[in-house]
Nanobody
Framework: VQLQAYGGGLVQAGGSLRLSCAASGRTFSSYVTGWFRQAPGKEREFVAAISRSGGRTYYADSVKGRFTISRDNAKNTGYLEMNSLKPEDTAVYYC??????????????????WGEGTLVTVSS
């Protein structure tokens, strides 16, 4: 499966953005998907994950209550709705997918497919 994340941009603190992850090549509903982010000088970190059907989600503590992960399998697209953004949310955001995962995982190396990132910049 090929993934492409888009929707990043510059936003003021307290604002909102919605990222999208467009999938092509294989049946999107066969994959657990996740969002990760990487700030300059830092390791890539887990943000959120969603099950194949969308019925289960999991969030990093740092974004819980502010971000919402979702998916529309009919449109082969995943989403990350980000509200109440903070300057520390500034990073390149990546979507990822894996067809073998049985549980939602926070480990980047467990995801086989990655899209190019999209930059989110939150100004104070």
């Amino acid at each position: 499966v090929q993934l492409q994340a888009y929707g990043g941009g510059l936003v003021q603190a307290g604002g909102s953005l919605r990222l999208s992850c467009a999938a092509s090549g294989r049946t999107f509903s066969s994959y657990v998907t996740g969002w990760f982010r990487q700030a300059p000088g830092k390791e890539r970190e887990f943000v959120a994950a969603i099950s194949r059907s969308g019925g289960r989600t999991y969030y990093a503590d740092s974004v819980k209550g502010r971000f919402t992960i979702s998916r529309d399998n009919a449109k082969n697209t995943g989403y990350l709705e980000m509200n109440s953004l903070k300057p520390e949310d500034t990073a390149v955001y990546y979507c990822a997918a894996d067809g073998n995962l049985l549980v939602l995982t926070t480990t980047p190396s467990r995801y086989d497919y990655w899209g190019e990132g999209t930059l989110v910049t939150v100004s104070s």
